[in-house]
């Protein structure tokens, strides 16, 4: 049976609408953190305008990469389809959290993203599930050990590729394997497909 797929612009577009909501909703407390000390010399409502301008751009299309692979189950290596992902997770991660970190330097800020963040469905369930739902296809293909935890194992793939940018923004690019090597180790370590 053939599941019918979204329309990846219209999901790119849709994921936009609710970022701008994020916007909105960020913007009162932004606004009232105004006279809070300054980073990098901008006020946080600065700060939160130009992270979320970023994750505006941004979000969509790391969100489309995740989605895109349903197209793939069954297709390929398993390992050969996750590894562009983890490629585009260190990525998106390296260039959304040092815009985000100057955005909460503020407590009242940062509990009223998380709020934000609840209110527009963008939180990292956004991201767990379609990588979860694409592990869980190729395992009732067969192609994934039934003893793996799909959503686990979603969420370590994650994991890896984000503290490969925490790391890299913190200690340097030197201090880390190279991009492409971080993403290689994070899949084989995953260990999804019997040798």
């Known amino acids: 049976m053939v599941t019918a797929q979204p ?5 790119a577009q849709e994921t936009r609408q609710r970022v701008l909501k994020m916007a909105v909703l960020m913007k009162s407390s932004a606004d009232g953190g105004a006279a809070s000390s300054q980073l990098r010399g901008t006020t946080p409502a600065q700060s939160v305008e130009t992270f979320l301008a970023l994750l505006q751009d941004r979000l969509p299309m790391w969100l489309r990469v995740l989605h895109d692979l349903m197209h793939l189950a069954g297709k390929g290596d398993v390992n050969g389809n996750l590894l562009p992902v983890a490629k585009a997770g260190i990525e998106y991660y390296a260039e959304v959290q040092t815009v985000a970190m100057p955005a909460f330097v503020s407590p009242s800020l940062t509990v009223r993203f ?7 469905e963008l939180g990292p369930a956004a991201e767990i599930e379609p990588l979860a ?3 869980a296809a190729e395992q009732a293909l067969g192609r994934i050990a039934p003893e793996v935890n799909a959503e686990a194992s979603a969420r370590l793939l994650l994991a890896g590729c984000f503290r490969h940018a925490y790391f890299e923004a ?3 690019d030197d ?3 190279s991009r492409d090597e971080s993403a290689e180790n994070i899949i084989r370590e995953l260990r999804l497909t019997r040798s």
Do not use: I, V
């Open 133 to 135: 739902a694409y592990l």
């Open 114 to 120: 998380r709020q934000a963040l609840r209110d527009s």
């Open 170 to 172: 913190f200690t340097g």
């Open 7 to 11: 329309d990846p612009h219209w999901r």
């Open 175 to 177: 201090s880390e394997p």
